[in-house]
């Protein structure tokens, strides 16, 4: 009868399974046409990766690519037999459930195929249908895949922690490094991840986690997978687990979302998860160069104008433990900005500032590194500056990342700054900085800052005025000039910056030395209607400039991105060009999705400018460069071929330098957001040039000087350049000077253009031209 009995459940429960669990089994598919979560990474041209977009970090590798140690380490601890069972080790099962019975060290006995079984279908619901699942799901992959395949599923889809799925991933995350690259420790302790990443997470349970990479170290010994010899090397061996978030070589974070937009626009929520490479045009070096120069020069920007004090003032508790949860509960608040690290003030005196930091590290600062917040240090100093304890404050260190040198106080700034170097022929973006620090601000002002571009603009002034036939030899008056009813209805006078004037100046010393007055003068010689019109051959936005003599000293609006492709025209030869970014977008499997045509000859469609136009506005601007107010640029770079123009906006609100050598066409600004000045001695020679020049040092490190070869039509035979249908012209050689009484009139020849404004007296005949020495070099200028 109790026989009997048994015989009725055990077919009963047969019935049960084959009815009511078998037929709900899941399919298979997923891991027969494995499909794994890859994010969007971004790259530069020279395939280094400065981005990863996707809710999963995850490298798929192919179980050939995986190190046969990382295999074994991984066998050793989660299924040592996986080669030899079917699926189920009922050797472990059994072991397993004879060790929880005793009430010893509880083991579990799933495998390898088990997990993944679990992993890709189930819940982890402690419930005997869903272990009945397990097992049915788990003799059917077994039976669809070799033993291969699955080991290359579970290394690539199981979840390891710090948002890291799959080892390959684990392994960037923790370690920064390939898997081949990882030693023996290592590799164990990601092994010892899958159980619990959780608990045995290096990052936030070290303890626990050196204690499961221990196990691991050990089972891999026992197996004979390590020789003893490597075990005592690996137990002891220090483990450099990477505490911050995911780092480049590259900091390309502007490039990277701009990049990554453009994606999601096209392909929209599977860009994310399908494995897309998009590789850009940003070469590694140059946007390395750009990013420090920004940095570099942001902050010494910052230093000449002082220290503006304390972030936040906090009370310091007495208790130990309430001083430090006061302590990082402010400075969470207040990332690090590469370098530039939030601490709070223990003490402070005027030899001495000892802070802590979030990872409670305490520091001292001393001697020079107090040299900045002196003032703030000082009995005398004001409450709002005033360095106190409790005082959230910056510190730098010299080699932060060697954790060398000594500790100095600094600060955040607060002023803005935008780089930007792309080809002058094809377009392609070589290096971009849309700001200070894309973590504090993710505003990219290389393509959104509208901003006024002062003196910049003025090379497009001058270029009209070498279309209707003037030339760089034309004498402009350089003196006080009353406009009637041009201020709103009152009389406009312009100024020169330094509010002196130099009497009849060429054209060609008016835009070297970046004369307003001049410039008005020339302006108001070519008409606004036809220079407002010219501007727009560049990509300036009509609606965004001026329609009125203020236009000549750029109080109209531009972006960075909008003056780099208006320069490269200059640079090219008169070719319009469209900035890109994106060279080539590839799937998973490495098929090209889109890809740019670069390096395509200028098309005539493409041509904005008259060649000659180029070259006569070319040689003008380098002479900005050798004399004028870009001289300091030629002064520390030692080429001949650089050209360019500063920019400096009325009571300094926006610095500029936009410029080009090499064909790399570079614009770089600095300025507040909510516009304000940024001191009565600074101009764009002394806050974007210099970074202008830093990224340049590098950028034509490797680029031959260039000459210029003078196309048809244009001639020097008078003493400057000029087209040649113009070079016997009256009329073209003066602007607003008064030469006396004129000589006998003469029938004008039939060419000659018409009186640029009908308002405007009629231009006397031309003077004999000025004598060579008027085109001598005179000393170099700074900006003014």
Do not use: C
């Not at 906006?649 to 770089?668: E, K, L, Q």
């Amino acid at each position: 009868m109790f026989l009997a009995t048994i015989v009725l459940a055990i077919a009963g429960a047969a019935i049960w399974f084959m009815y009511a669990i078998v037929p709900n089994v899941p399919a298979i598919d997923a891991v027969l046409d494995y499909k794994p979560k890859i994010p969007l990474r971004i790259y530069t041209a020279d395939k280094f990766l400065i981005g990863e977009f996707g809710e999963e970090h995850r490298d798929f590798i192919p179980i050939a690519k995986v190190p046969d140690l990382m295999k074994k380490a991984l066998l050793a601890i989660e299924d040592k037999r996986f080669y030899e069972h079917g699926g189920i080790d009922w050797v472990r099962v059994a072991g397993a459930a004879k060790s929880n019975l005793r009430g010893g060290f509880r083991q579990g006995g799933s495998t390898i195929t088990m997990q993944v079984a679990r992993n890709f279908f189930l819940t982890r619901e402690k419930i005997l249908s869903r272990k009945l699942n397990e097992v049915v799901l788990t003799y059917k992959i077994e039976d669809a895949l070799t033993k291969d395949q699955i080991l290359e599923l579970y290394m690539n889809q199981m979840y390891l922690g710090q948002r890291s799925y799959g080892f390959a991933s684990a392994a960037r995350t923790y370690f920064n490094k390939s898997l081949d690259q990882l030693s023996i420790a290592e590799m164990a302790m990601l092994a010892g991840l899958p159980q619990n990443p959780a608990r045995h997470n290096p990052v936030t349970n070290p303890k626990r986690a050196r204690e499961r990479q221990h196990l691991v170290l050990g089972m891999m010994r026992d197996l004979r997978y390590i020789t003893p010899a490597q075990y005592d090397q690996a137990m002891v061996e220090p483990l450099r687990v990477s505490m911050r978030r995911q780092e480049y070589e590259v900091h390309a974070e502007y490039v990277a979302e701009l990049a990554r937009q453009a994606v999601v626009a096209q392909y929209k929520d599977e860009a994310y998860t399908k494995g897309i490479v998009v590789t850009t045009t940003i070469l590694k070096d140059e946007q390395n160069a750009a990013y420090a120069s920004v940095r570099k020069n942001v902050l010494a920007y910052d230093q000449r104008h002082g220290y503006r004090g304390p972030e936040a003032i906090i009370d310091l508790p007495a208790n130990q433990q309430e001083r430090d949860d006061a302590i990082d509960d402010i400075l969470q608040k207040r990332p690090s900005s590469d370098g530039l690290i939030a601490a709070v003030v223990i003490s402070a005196s005027s030899k001495s500032v000892i802070a802590d930091t979030l990872d409670h590290d305490r520091v001292e600062i001393t001697g020079v590194g107090l040299k900045f917040v002196a003032g703030a240090l000082a009995p005398t100093a004001k409450d709002s500056v005033r360095i106190v304890p409790g005082a959230v404050i910056r510190v730098s260190r010299e080699n932060l990342r060697e954790g060398k040198g000594a500790w100095s106080v600094t600060q955040v700034p607060q002023v803005a700054a935008a780089f930007v170097a792309v080809d002058a022929d094809s377009g392609a973006y070589h290096a971009m900085v849309g700001g200070f620090d894309y973590n504090l601000q993710k505003f990219n002002h290389v393509t959104q800052a509208l901003r006024q571009p002062g003196s910049a603009v003025k090379p497009f002034i001058y270029s009209s005025a070498i279309q209707k036939g003037f030339t760089p030899a034309t004498m402009i008056m350089d003196a006080p000039l009353d406009m009637v009813g041009e201020n709103a209805g009152a009389t406009w006078s312009p100024q020169n910056d330094d509010h002196k004037f130099d009497g009849p100046i060429s054209m060609r010393r008016a835009l070297a030395e970046s004369k307003n007055v001049a410039s008005v003068r020339l302006l108001r010689a070519v008409s606004v209607p036809y220079a407002h019109d010219w501007l727009q051959k560049f990509g300036f936005e009509g609606a965004r400039q001026p329609k009125n003599y203020t236009l000549a000293l750029g109080t109209g609006a531009v972006t960075p991105l909008q003056m780099a492709g208006a320069y490269a025209v200059f640079a090219n030869g008169g070719y319009k060009i469209a900035p890109y970014l994106i060279a080539r977008i590839e799937d998973a499997a490495g098929s090209v999705l889109s890809q740019a045509k670069a390096d395509e000859p200028h098309h005539d469609e493409d041509r904005v400018l008259d060649p000659r136009n180029a070259f006569v506005t070319d040689s003008m601007l380098r002479d900005v460069a050798r004399y004028g107010t870009g001289a300091g640029a030629t002064k520390q770079l030692g080429r001949k071929d650089l050209a360019g123009k500063t920019g400096t906006t009325s009571d300094a609100v926006d610095g500029w330098f936009a410029g080009y050598a090499g064909n790399v066409v570079a614009v770089a600004w600095m300025g507040y957001d909510d516009p304000k000045s940024l001191g009565g001695r600074e101009f764009g020679a002394t806050l974007a040039m210099p970074i202008w020049i830093d990224y340049m040092r590098v950028a034509l490190a490797k680029r031959p000087e260039t000459t210029r070869e003078a196309p048809e039509g244009v001639s020097n035979a008078t003493g400057d350049w000029v087209f040649t249908e113009f070079a016997e012209l009256p009329g073209m050689s003066v602007i607003d000077i008064d030469l006396g009484p004129p000589p006998e009139p003469e029938a004008a020849p039939a060419s000659a253009p018409a009186q640029a404004d009908p308002n405007l007296p009629p231009v006397p005949a031309a003077p004999p031209r000025p004598p060579s020495g008027e085109l001598a070099l005179p000393e170099p200028q700074g900006e003014r």
